[in-house]
């Protein structure tokens, strides 16, 4: 996530991320309004008073500090004394200053579901509970607490429980989906290893052998030598074509690729960007769709790095023409940089990609910015829809 936001399983980066963490952390500490209220009307003596606001600031110190621990390993040991000097420290203050600091044990409750995995916070959170309501007892007027405090310390610490495993999962869903990436352009590089060998294992071969043969005939039979050297230039020739339409096929562009592509580009340029979900492009040609993701492709470089837009919309669209079906792709952005006098080689070679597909391209500048608008022939696909 970019920007001040912090998401689940990250650690904040920056003071703005940290600051944003602690806001939403810090909002929940408006419960402590109770011991806070205690502290000023309560008529406790000064030295009691200045005891009370140096624990409740040791309390919500060490609070945070384990809320801020979630989900780091190897720590247990450092939480489970955490705890236990927390719960020791709000038993203290219960019996020494009274009731309104039972609340105290609702935050235990919730930083050992946060700090401490399921199979321990199972028993931490029912524990913290139950010496509330031990706690409870004994204060005078406790008992009147017991129902309002009980039910959200349980529901409170078991609900982080589920936010940790939560946080847990999505961190190792993240590492998986690298793994997976990292597999996948592994695989990627043997098979075109693999291709590449058995596209040019034989022609090189077969130049080497007929190098030799031509550099032996050559003194003798010079005519022979240079039917050899016409058969050279044929295999070169030919595997050079091979070489090329295996390259062309690994790196013809996807257009759900160039959609997700087009999505961290724009949002890396500070654009606003409007995208249409994964299309489904079952019966749609291939050259129709390599040529749709080419001009997707422009129209984003285009956006990024010579309008100056702040806002980019994409809508792919299915329409029945006269010709037949059409995929229609639009990039219209608000920039005032995309038009220019005259269309640029990137515009030149895609209309000429376009009308290689059965396509055509329009680019214009509108009063509100710049749009392209490539259509190519659809095939029998059915409904693609538009922006989301």
């Not at 203290?92 to 409750?109: N, P, Q």
């Not at 524990?127 to 008992?143: K, N, P, Q, R, Y």
């Not at 071969?205 to 039979?221: D, F, Q, V, W």
């Amino acid at each position: 996530m970019s920007g001040t936001g912090v998401g689940i399983g990250q650690r904040p980066e920056t003071r703005k991320q940290m600051m944003v963490k602690m806001l939403w952390t810090g909002i929940w500490l408006v419960y402590l309004s109770a011991p806070v209220s205690d502290l000023l009307h309560g008529g406790h003596g000064v030295a009691a008073v200045v005891l009370g606001w140096l624990g409740l600031a040791g309390f919500v110190a060490w609070y945070l500090a384990l809320l801020f621990r979630t989900g780091r390993r190897n720590a247990q040991e450092f939480v489970l004394a955490s705890l236990a000097v927390l719960s020791a420290e709000s038993a203290l203050l219960v019996l020494t200053l009274g009731r309104e600091w039972l609340v105290l044990f609702v935050y235990v409750s919730i930083a050992s579901g946060a700090a401490l995995p399921l199979r321990l916070a199972r028993w931490t959170v029912p524990v913290a509970s139950a010496l509330m309501a031990c706690l409870a007892l004994v204060v005078t007027d406790g008992t009147e607490y017991i129902g309002a405090l009980l039910i959200p310390a349980l529901l409170g610490g078991f609900a982080m429980t589920g936010v940790r495993e939560l946080v847990r999962t999505t961190i190792e869903l993240r590492e998986a989906r690298a793994r997976v990436a990292q597999l996948a352009a592994n695989e990627e590089r043997l098979r075109l290893a693999r291709d590449l060998h058995d596209l040019l294992g034989h022609s090189l071969s077969l130049i080497t052998l007929k190098s030799e043969l031509a550099g032996r005939m050559l003194p003798a039979h010079p005519d022979k030598a240079a039917q050899q050297v016409a058969d050279i230039e044929q295999v070169s020739r030919q595997a050079l074509v091979d070489v090329r339409e295996a390259v062309s096929g690994y790196r013809r562009p996807r257009l759900a690729a160039e959609l997700a592509g087009a999505q961290v580009a724009l949002a890396s340029a500070g654009v606003s960007a409007t995208l249409p979900a994964e299309p489904d492009l079952t019966g749609v040609p291939e050259e129709s769709e390599s040529a749709l993701a080419w001009a997707l492709r422009e129209a984003v470089t285009n956006v990024v790095r010579h309008s100056g837009a702040r806002g980019c919309t994409v809508e792919l669209l299915h329409r029945q023409t006269l010709d037949g079906p059409r995929l229609e792709l639009t990039v219209e952005d608000d920039g005032s940089g995309g038009s220019g006098d005259g269309p640029g080689n990137g515009l030149t070679g895609l209309t000429e990609r376009l009308e290689k597909a059965g396509g055509t391209l329009e680019a214009a500048g509108t009063r509100r910015g710049f749009r392209l608008v490539a259509r190519v022939p659809a095939g029998g696909a059915g409904d693609i829809g538009s922006a989301s």
